[in-house]
């Protein structure tokens, strides 16, 4: 009985397993399988020949093209703008002893939780009160805004291990406040910091909730430009598109392996192997 | 000697960037969800004198649809990543190697990078009518193309997002369980299903009500997904809010809505998070 029991136990769970694993890989490839299919419109699956009509017809279009330098260039320079200054805060965060810090953290924090279409509209109307009606312009406050938690969050968890007393020594040693925080805190920290710029640089290049409200007709967004073709008509350049999507984010992953590890994500945990 | 001073300082270009970003767009959005709507106008009446209309309306029996819809469809998408995610969580943590591991792991966090449009897209493409795997509606007895058939896609699409998060969030909950517990369970002569559902999943339980919050609070604010494949049968308060913005200018309506909603979604983070985390404390002493 307790044998049968196990066997049906070990069958549900590695079932479980295996359902999650196709659940996650399957669109994926069916993605990466259509966007190779030479019918001119969507056809039942699969498809019957291969041709690269599509990725020709995505490259060759301008609106994806404007919207990929429009979100390169944000999410490169809000993500910049949010790394400095949110590693800053999380470090002045650390060593701070003032009361109140909990709720600044919160505070701080608090972008991470609020829905962004409410960010986006907030954005929108604090914007057009300000008189700012230039798209980038709109588009930056928002962004810094989603992407600076990433950065504080990821940096504030990698200073936990790192014991206040490292910086203490390096004072008593005759290191000055500026010089110490370069040389011993910053460094113990890189891996977080490089770990939240990745995170809100994808947050940013992702976004769609704050983006829709802050984009015009001249400046939006590569998620904007292709959420618009998909409500017009939906062919296959998206998935030659999704394919360059899969192909980045795969490049992206290995990268963060490399400099930072993956273990930077999940932690070892205290009973780690 | 902390130098109270330095703290501060690092702290201050953070203030300055963050404090107007932040409080100047929901104190707007406060004052624009307590002015009366006059159509043909964008934005509310500013000469107007306040009112609470606005927030009445929400109670609307048709508004109220919308909230429920949203948190229902939440509530499914959740408790199927809670089924699913903690067998995996389980399986990276106590089973696989260290490459099956590490393959996983990046297969998770990739996921969670990818575009939510590409998922949702590709999602689209697998399950909908000319897909390889369209006849998976039929399992549930549902028809794809009727609401319930919509339903379950915006559930597919929301588990894909919430999959990687909640596996994720319990990785790092079941790394910190002592693996000795359940090999003790078993040597003692447990069978293998009770030690899993009364040492692993028990101990693991403020960990799992923090994914859950964690994948529900990312559900319930959710855009995209409904927008792709709800086709208009399911609408989320997101949605409204976009709608109101988009296509009716009706500003002091939308901003109400995003003002409740701002509201729900803080109160269920904190509010539920800090309850969780206290209750455990205290009972870990």
Redesign the interface.
Same mark, same amino acid.
């Given at each position: 009985m307790?044998r049968f029991? @196990?066997a049906?136990?070990?069958t549900a769970?590695l079932s479980? %397993?295996t359902?999650? %694993?196709a659940?996650? $890989?399957?669109?994926?490839v069916?993605?990466v399988v259509?966007s190779f299919d030479a019918r001119g419109f969507?056809?039942?699956?699969?498809p019957t020949q291969f041709s690269l009509r599509w990725y020709d017809r995505f490259l060759a279009d301008s609106y994806y093209h404007d919207g990929l330098v429009t979100s390169l260039v944000l999410a490169t320079s809000a993500t910049f703008?949010a790394t400095?200054?949110?590693a800053?805060?999380a470090?002045?965060?650390?060593?701070?002893?003032?009361r109140g810090k909990g709720l600044?953290q919160?505070?701080?924090l608090?972008?991470l939780?609020?829905?962004? $279409?409410?960010?986006g509209?907030?954005?929108?109307?604090?914007a057009s009160?300000?008189g700012i009606l230039d798209g980038m312009t709109r588009l930056m406050?928002g962004h $810094?805004?989603i992407t600076?938690p990433y950065v504080?969050r990821t940096t504030a968890a990698s200073l936990v291990g790192i014991r206040?007393s490292y910086y203490?020594a390096a004072?008593s040693l005759g290191a000055k406040?500026?010089g110490a925080?370069w040389q011993v805190t910053l460094p113990l920290a890189r891996t977080g910091i490089i770990a939240g710029a990745v995170f809100g640089f994808?947050t940013s290049? @992702?976004d769609? =909730?704050v983006s829709?409200?802050l984009t015009d007709a001249f400046t939006f967004t590569l998620?904007v430009a292709?959420?618009a073709q998909?409500r017009a008509n939906l062919d296959l350049t998206?998935?030659a598109?999704?394919v360059m999507?899969?192909v980045a984010?795969?490049l992206?992953?290995v990268i963060? @392996?490399r400099v930072a590890g993956?273990d930077a994500?999940?932690?070892? =945990?205290?009973?780690?192997r | 000697?902390?130098?109270?001073s330095?703290?501060?300082?690092?702290?201050w270009?953070?203030?300055l960037?963050?404090v107007p970003?932040?409080l +100047?767009?929901?104190l707007?959005?406060a004052h624009?969800s307590l002015k009366p709507f006059v159509g043909g106008r964008i934005?509310g009446d500013e000469s107007g004198a306040l009112t609470l209309q606005n927030y009445a309306q929400i109670a609307d029996p048709q508004y109220v649809r919308y909230f429920l819809d949203t948190f229902r469809v939440g509530l499914l998408a959740t408790a199927f990543a809670l089924?699913?995610?903690f067998?995996?969580a /389980?399986?990276i943590?106590r089973r696989a190697g260290p490459t099956m591991r590490?393959l996983m792991? +990046? +297969?998770l966090?990739?996921?969670l990078?990818?575009?939510?449009?590409?998922?949702v897209?590709? *999602?689209a493409?697998?399950f909908g009518p /000319? +897909?390889?795997?369209s006849d998976f509606s039929r399992l549930f007895g549902i028809s794809a193309s009727s609401p319930d058939g919509a339903e379950l896609m915006v559930v597919l699409g929301l588990?894909?997002s919430t999959?990687p998060l909640v596996?994720?969030t319990l990785?790092?909950t079941?790394?910190?369980?002592?693996?000795r517990l359940e090999d003790a369970a078993l040597s003692l002569g447990a069978?293998?299903?009770k030690t899993?559902f009364q040492i692993t999943v028990a101990m693991s339980l403020p960990g799992i009500l923090s994914a859950a919050i964690i994948a529900y609070?990312f559900c319930?604010?959710n855009?995209?997904v409904p927008?792709?494949v709800g086709r208009g049968f399911i609408v989320f308060v997101?949605n409204l *809010?976009?709608f109101r913005?988009?296509e009716v200018a009706n500003?002091p309506s939308?901003?109400a809505l995003?003002m409740v909603?701002?509201v729900i979604?803080?109160a269920l983070?904190?509010g539920l998070l800090s309850l969780v985390r206290s209750h455990w404390q205290e009972a870990g002493k």
């Open positions: 307790k029991a @196990d049906l136990f070990q769970y479980l %397993v359902l999650f %694993v659940f996650s $890989v399957i669109p994926v069916v993605a259509l969507v056809g039942p699956f699969p703008i400095v200054v949110g800053l805060a470090i002045g965060l650390h060593h701070a002893t003032f600044i919160a505070a701080l608090s972008p939780v609020i829905p962004n $279409v409410v960010l509209f907030g954005v929108l109307i604090f009160r300000l406050m $810094v805004l600076f504080m206040a203490e004072l406040p500026l925080l994808v290049f @992702d769609v =909730g829709l409200f998620p292709i959420l998909m998206i998935a598109l999704s999507f899969i984010t795969v992206i992953i963060l @392996d993956l994500i999940t932690g070892r =945990g205290v009973y780690g | 000697m902390r130098r109270p330095l703290s501060t300082a690092l702290l270009p953070a203030l960037v963050m970003l932040l +100047g767009p929901l707007l959005l624009e934005g089924v699913l995610g067998p995996v /389980h399986f943590v590490r792991v +990046g +297969g966090v990739g996921t990078f990818l575009s939510i449009i590409v998922r897209y590709a *999602i493409m697998t /000319h +897909g390889p795997l588990l894909n999959l596996a994720l990785i790092g079941l790394q910190n369980i002592n693996p069978p293998r299903w899993f609070a319930i604010s855009l995209v927008m792709l997101s *809010i976009y913005f988009s500003f939308g901003a995003s909603m701002m979604s803080v983070f904190y």
